[in-house]
């Protein structure tokens, strides 16, 4: 695995919001197939860190490398590389004047020129996959927060990407909703998509993934397999984290 | 739209308990009787002063009369249909211009949008009826009236613009640039789309005010409403009843256009922005 060029790659990346410094020397590297957890206490920089990697934030040094190609700053090859990277947001962030249908077949028509009828038929099998094609004709308000989650996990399908980023994609939801959205979730890490997730969820990091980074302010802390990082965290920031989660 | 009403009075007043209907009850019948009063005196006051008799209103009953107001009532829509076109695209211009990033584009917008919300639109309208033919310039009335019109609602339009781009959510903007669609094709595929309708009772008020500014069309001779209105003043020697019903058109023209609006707003249909999408928690 380390010998191919990973989908995504950080290296010494810093960025400041005025004094307060969010990303402190970033190095991470996501190879293709590979499912990786971002976790850490609220304004940790995770989700700054997963926001930076389709440039949605800006960084201040160090380099972004996308399948080894340093990532645009600007323009067309910008828009293209954001294409090739699907995001999923923790408020769903649908189209709100489109409907399900148009949500979906908005980027394939626009972005990567395919026709009409070719970009709704794959939008159907895409949002059947997702277990919403019979709210295909209705408005992104009539639908629950699980299943407007969901179509917006299939609009980011629907570019064919080589990497997803999931800022929080559950944190939105209501309790019960929340299984519905990491079962496609799961579906997809089996499949083999390159994903970079920000949550809270432990038992989805566990399952599903093969890496868990964890930050705080600003740093990366620690990173491991799923078990050695739960049942064996190394540092003593990493302890107080998982006890509080875990309600001690 | 009513619903919407509804549930704003919803909110400014709680449901009523008892003390409170009876005492609604009782102003009710009362501002009922002085509103009856008041009518009654203004009848009386213009049957006093001889405003009732017929040949102020007998020239009503003529088809010509009518014929003609209701070519200045076209004259007014022309101008008015016109005006609101032309605003209506060269607000969405100078608000792009306003909001580009390029600092004299941004500056020249403003200053132009501030000139022209600034200046009443009556000055505007001497400026293109005698500035302009100081320089040499004739323009035909028709567009001595409706440029000046269309110019002080653009700046008007341009902020309301602002205020709903303003009010789309950055997700919008960030999800369909996340799908790859570049910066200008979300202005206009995502952003303004959602812009426009949370803007539209705004934008309907100031197409109510398009038709109000059209009447000073008389500074121009352009046979508008207003205009005709005049005329037929002189040829009659009534000021009172024709103001009257030029007045009654004008509201009525108003009115259309509200309704207009509630229906607009009832097309569109559902909320466009769920409470979720807005404030994530």
């Not at chain 1, 699907?86 to 004047?97: D, E, I, K």
């Not at chain 1, 802390?221 to 049942?231: C, I, L, Q, S």
């Not at chain 2, 792009?96 to 009443?120: A, C, E, K, N, Q």
């Not at chain 2, 207003?226 to 009257?244: A, E």
Request: with cysteine; hydrophobic share 50%.
């Amino acid at each position: 695995m380390s010998t191919q060029t990973p989908v995504i790659e950080l290296r010494h990346v810093d960025k400041h919001y005025g004094d307060l410094h969010v990303l402190r020397d970033i190095n991470l590297s996501v190879h293709k197939g590979e499912v990786l957890v971002l976790i850490g206490p609220s304004g940790s920089g995770k989700s700054t860190l997963c926001r930076t990697i389709n440039r949605l934030e800006t960084i201040d040094s160090g380099e972004i490398l996308i399948e080894g190609e340093p990532l645009p700053q600007e323009g067309k090859a910008l828009a293209q590389m954001r294409a090739e990277i699907g995001m999923v947001f923790q408020s769903f962030n649908l189209f709100a004047h489109k409907t399900i249908l148009q949500n979906v077949t908005l980027g394939p028509i626009e972005v990567l020129g395919m026709s009409k009828a070719e970009a709704e038929a794959r939008a159907m099998e895409l949002l059947r996959r997702v277990g919403v094609d019979a709210q295909a004709a209705k408005v992104p308000a009539q639908l629950s927060g699980g299943q407007q989650q969901r179509v917006a996990i299939a609009r980011s399908l629907a570019m064919q990407p080589k990497a997803m980023l999931f800022d929080e994609p559950t944190s939105a939801l209501d309790p019960e909703m929340i299984n519905e959205v990491l079962e496609v979730m799961v579906e997809l890490a089996r499949e083999g998509m390159t994903m970079v997730v920000v949550t809270h969820e432990m038992n989805f990091a566990r399952r599903v993934s093969n890496r868990v980074v964890f930050m705080a302010d600003g740093q990366i802390v620690e990173e491991g397999t799923p078990t050695e990082f739960f049942d064996h965290p190394k540092t003593a920031r990493a302890k107080d984290f998982l006890d509080s989660i875990r309600g001690h | 739209m009513s619903a919407h009403t509804t549930s704003m009075r919803d909110a400014l007043y709680e449901a009523p308990g008892p003390r409170t209907r009876r005492l609604t009850a009782i102003l009710t019948i009362v501002s009922l009787v002085l509103v009856c009063i008041g009518l009654a005196l203004v009848v009386r006051q213009f049957y006093v002063t001889g405003q009732l008799d017929a040949k102020y209103w007998a020239f009503f009953a003529q088809w010509s009369t009518w014929a003609y107001l209701l070519e200045g009532f076209l004259g007014t829509l022309v101008v008015a249909v016109t005006a609101a076109g032309i605003s209506l695209v060269l607000g969405v211009v100078l608000m792009l211009g306003r909001t580009s990033p390029i600092m004299p584009i941004s500056v020249v917008s403003r200053v132009i949008i501030d000139f022209f919300r600034g200046v009443p639109s009556l000055l505007l309208i001497y400026f293109f009826f005698l500035g302009l033919p100081t320089i040499g310039l004739y323009l035909p009335p028709f567009w001595m009236i409706t440029i000046p019109v269309s110019l002080a609602a653009s700046g008007v339009l341009a902020e309301v613009f602002r205020a709903g781009v303003n009010a789309v959510p950055k997700g919008q903007t960030e999800a369909a640039l996340s799908i790859g669609l570049t910066p200008g094709k979300t202005m206009f595929k995502i952003v303004l789309p959602q812009a426009l309708r949370i803007v539209i009772p705004s934008l309907i008020s100031q197409l109510v005010v398009v038709v109000k500014d059209t009447t000073v069309a008389y500074v121009v001779s352009y046979p508008d409403l207003m205009q005709n209105g005049r005329v037929l003043i002189t040829t009659h020697d009534s000021v009172v009843s024709v103001y009257l019903v030029t007045a009654i058109i004008y509201i009525l023209v108003n009115f259309a256009i509200n309704q207009l609006s509630i229906a607009m707003a009832r097309r569109s249909g559902n909320p466009i922005i769920s409470r979720t999408t807005e404030n994530p928690t």
